[in-house]
């Protein structure tokens, strides 16, 4: 059998410590991308479930980086479940509202359009896109978030707005 690694997330006192450390950052990123406070804190605390979960793929040194990935993929899924709660509850709305129908369909089709560019970008992409355009955080803060060199992050963001003029495009 394997001997754990020294600095191993598995271990309780190194996993106690990442949770010291970084749990605060986590859930005021959470609460600064717009979930209130408790959605903040229940967010966070899945994040670190998942990454007790996935303890023995996730190295020390990677772990910060894993937590903010997974509470931002966390806080994304919410938001798009709440999307589809709203665009449900809203129908009934937008028949009686006094604007252009014409006008209504497109905005409605565009946030379509921009809904789906956005889902067929790499998690990687989306991330740094959505931290670029929605945070308004500078690659250089989105870099020290993710732990990755500002040049990366460039990269990620300049394949995005790529992938995000095909499909916008082809539309």
Known sequence: MEQPIQNSVCQDAVYKELFFAHARQ????????????AEAEDVMQEAYL?????????PAEKAK???????????????????????????QVLRTENE?????????????QLENAISKLSEKQRTV????????????????????SVKAVEKRMSLALVQMRKVLKGV
């Open 26 to 37: 986590v859930r005021n990123f959470l609460y600064y991308k717009g979930a209130d406070s």
């Open 50 to 58: 998942r990454l007790w979960r996935d303890c023995e793929k996730v």
């Open 65 to 91: 980086a894993f937590l903010f990935r997974v509470a931002n993929n966390l806080f994304l899924d919410a938001k798009k479940h709440e999307q589809v709660v709203l665009k449900f509850q809203n129908r």
């Open 100 to 112: 252009d129908p014409q006008f209504q369909l497109e905005t409605k089709e565009l946030q379509e």
């Open 129 to 148: 896109f959505l931290m670029n355009r929605m945070d308004k955080m500078t690659y250089a803060e989105i870099a020290e978030r993710l732990e990755l």
